[in-house]
């Protein structure tokens, strides 16, 4: 492989893995500290409504040193987005629930190990790489001969062993190299439960692959729909189901899971110093339990893909969804031939009608609330008493022109007079109702007198605030009495 090449492909790799996205984040810190413990511990499901008020709270304690403007729903919205989160329906009940994504796993593992380095070589680490390698040169040397005197020799050393214990020449294991032994276990050991974790995550890509390979499906790859016909689980028989079969069988074997349980127990009731912290003995404890409970779930989740698979063929679903895949497919085909000759830009004079259905988030609507709609003021009851001349006139007074009161202003101010404008009677006449008044004697003079083509006069008259207003008008003239 090139320099080119591998660069390349590296690059890919950092824009698409969410492991490295998360590593490079704005506040990685702050996303590994919550997801590692709030999912990683001992912990590694919770319900989603449980994780968001768990993040709330955590964000509150976090935010005098570091700006989170984001509430703990926005955030795990994000984080499920990004990649770190995986958001699963509950078996038991009507909700949901969020855990690790293995590559959220792999970047806390990155920051676990940075923040505390591990040795380089330890003796049990040489110790379980020798091991292993002694017994894979046995069980694959094709000679009888040879596998025999190996496991002869293996033998004597171990007949060496018991006759040096029954002679009393044998020294327990040292307190420095028990905990560096205890440490490799552990290191294993938690290495485990993030191993279901990402064959969980693997059996979910197979089956949607599986689910694609179905659609595609034709004459030529009958035998995948026999094999769903006729039960055979396929996720189970590909490498990654194969593999976690043979694990879980481990497992489950009761023999070997006594054996197990009765080793852990004797070895955290000896007196081991500070090789194992409270919370290492309590994961040791459990151990075997929590593998058990992991092994059943992913059993259980074949089981259900496997259903899942034969019901989706044997359901009108298949059918349709295969028929509508030849037809985008048939369409595709066509828009390419058609490309060469027609541009993307060109009018088809087709109108699609969108679909008039509002979609919005169910986060979106707001619940009923009756206590907002209801009335905890005293309804006050008026009678109805004798109406008021004074009162009534003064309201009517109030919205509407007084034409019986200009009528007689006009009236008594032409009897010394030959004519009278507008702007002489306001001259010495406030108008009592404002403006209205000034209109009112306007649309007497146009009635019963005339208004001048060319000639201008100010109206002045006073507000019924109190302040003075000024308009500058045609000139309106009285030159009669007006008829009452």
């Given at each position: 492989?090139?320099t080119?090449?591998?660069a390349?492909?590296l690059?890919?790799?950092?824009?698409?893995?969410?492991a490295?996205?998360?590593?490079?984040?704005?506040h990685a810190?702050i996303?590994?500290?919550?997801?590692?413990?709030?999912?990683?511990?001992e912990v590694?499901r919770?319900?989603?409504?449980?994780f968001?008020?768990?993040?709330?709270?955590?964000l509150?304690?976090l935010?005098p040193?570091?700006?989170?403007p984001q509430t703990g729903?926005?955030?795990?919205?994000?984080?499920?987005?990004?990649?770190?989160l995986?958001?699963?329906?509950?078996?038991?009940?009507?909700?949901e629930?969020?855990?690790?994504?293995?590559?959220a796993l792999?970047a806390i593992?990155v920051?676990e190990?940075?923040?505390?380095?591990?040795?380089?070589?330890t003796?049990?680490?040489?110790?379980?790489?020798?091991?292993q390698v002694q017994?894979?040169?046995i069980?694959?040397?094709?000679?009888?001969?040879?596998?025999r005197?190996?496991l002869?020799?293996?033998?004597?050393?171990?007949?060496?062993?018991?006759?040096?214990?029954?002679?009393?020449r044998?020294?327990?294991?040292?307190?420095?190299?028990?905990k560096?032994?205890?440490?490799?276990?552990l290191?294993?050991a938690?290495d485990?439960?993030?191993d279901?974790?990402?064959?969980?995550?693997?059996?979910?890509?197979?089956?949607?692959?599986?689910m694609?390979?179905?659609?595609?499906?034709?004459?030529?790859?009958?035998t995948?729909?026999?094999?769903?016909?006729r039960?055979?689980?396929?996720?189970?028989?590909?490498?990654e189901?194969?593999?976690?079969?043979?694990f879980?069988?481990?497992?489950?074997?009761?023999?070997r899971s006594?054996?197990?349980?009765a080793d852990i127990?004797?070895?955290?009731?000896?007196?081991?110093?500070?090789?194992?912290?409270?919370?290492?003995?309590?994961?040791?404890?459990?151990?075997?339990r929590?593998?058990?409970?992991?092994?059943?779930e992913?059993?259980?989740?074949?089981?259900?893909?496997?259903r899942?698979?034969r019901?989706?063929?044997?359901?009108q679903d298949?059918?349709?969804?295969?028929a509508?895949?030849?037809?985008i497919?048939?369409?595709?085909?066509?828009?390419l031939?058609?490309?060469?000759?027609?541009?993307?830009?060109?009018?088809?004079?087709?109108?699609?009608p969108?679909?008039?259905?509002?979609?919005?988030?169910i986060?979106a609507?707001?619940?009923?609330d009756?206590?907002e709609f209801?009335?905890d003021?005293?309804?006050?009851?008026?009678?109805?008493?004798l109406?008021?001349?004074?009162?009534?006139k003064?309201?009517?007074?109030?919205?509407e022109?007084?034409?019986e009161?200009?009528?007689?202003?006009?009236?008594?101010?032409?009897?010394?007079a030959?004519?009278l404008?507008v702007a002489?009677l306001?001259?010495?006449?406030p108008?009592t109702?404002?403006?209205?008044?000034v209109?009112?004697?306007?649309?007497?003079?146009?009635?019963?007198?005339?208004?001048?083509?060319?000639?201008?006069?100010?109206?002045?008259?006073?507000g019924?605030?109190?302040?003075?207003?000024?308009?500058v008008?045609?000139?309106?003239?009285?030159?009669?009495?007006?008829?009452?």
């Open positions: 492989m090139t080119v090449s591998a390349l492909r690059q890919r790799l950092v824009a698409d893995d969410p490295l996205a998360l590593l490079r984040a704005e810190p996303i590994v500290a919550l997801l590692s413990r709030l999912l990683g511990g590694r919770r319900p989603a409504e449980e968001i008020d768990l993040v709330d709270a955590d509150d304690a935010r040193h570091f700006e989170l729903k926005a955030y795990a919205a994000a984080w499920r987005a990004a990649g770190w995986v958001r699963r329906p509950a078996a038991e009940a009507r909700a629930t969020v855990e690790l994504s293995p590559a792999r593992r920051f190990q940075l923040e505390q380095p591990r040795a380089t070589a003796e049990s680490r040489l110790m379980t790489i020798r091991d017994r894979l040169a069980e694959t040397d094709p000679d009888g001969a040879r596998r005197e190996a002869e020799r293996e033998r004597a050393a171990i007949d060496a062993q018991i006759r040096a214990i029954g002679e009393g044998f020294e327990p294991l040292d307190a420095a190299r028990t560096e032994r205890v440490a490799e276990i290191r294993l938690e485990v439960p993030s279901f974790q990402r064959v969980r995550f693997r059996f979910d890509e197979l089956n949607h692959e599986l694609a390979s179905l659609l595609d499906a034709d004459e030529s790859q009958r995948v729909l026999e094999d769903i016909f039960g055979v689980d396929l996720i189970e028989q590909t490498d189901g194969l593999t976690f079969a043979a879980s069988a481990l497992v489950l074997d009761a023999e006594e054996a197990f349980e127990a004797s070895l955290l009731e000896r007196d081991l110093g500070d090789a194992m912290s409270m919370s290492e003995r309590r994961f040791l404890r459990t151990f075997l929590e593998l058990k409970l992991h092994s059943h992913i059993h259980g989740v074949l089981a259900e893909f496997a899942g698979l019901r989706y063929v044997q359901s298949f059918q349709r969804d295969r509508l895949q030849r037809s497919r048939a369409a595709l085909a066509t828009a031939r058609a490309a060469e000759h027609v541009k993307p830009f060109h009018a088809s004079g087709v109108e699609l969108l679909t008039s259905v509002e979609l919005s988030s986060g609507l707001t619940a009923h009756p206590s209801a009335i003021e005293h309804v006050v009851a008026h009678e109805p008493g109406a008021d001349y004074e009162q009534l003064a309201l009517a007074r109030d919205t022109i007084d034409f009161e200009l009528t007689g202003v006009v009236n008594a101010r032409l009897r010394g030959e004519a404008t002489q306001l001259a010495d006449w108008a109702q404002g403006v209205a008044s209109v009112g004697l306007m649309t007497l003079a146009m009635q019963h007198g005339s208004v001048s083509g060319d000639e201008t006069e100010t109206l002045v008259w006073p019924v605030d109190g302040t003075t207003r000024s308009a008008v045609r000139s309106h003239r009285f030159v009669e009495r007006i008829p009452t």
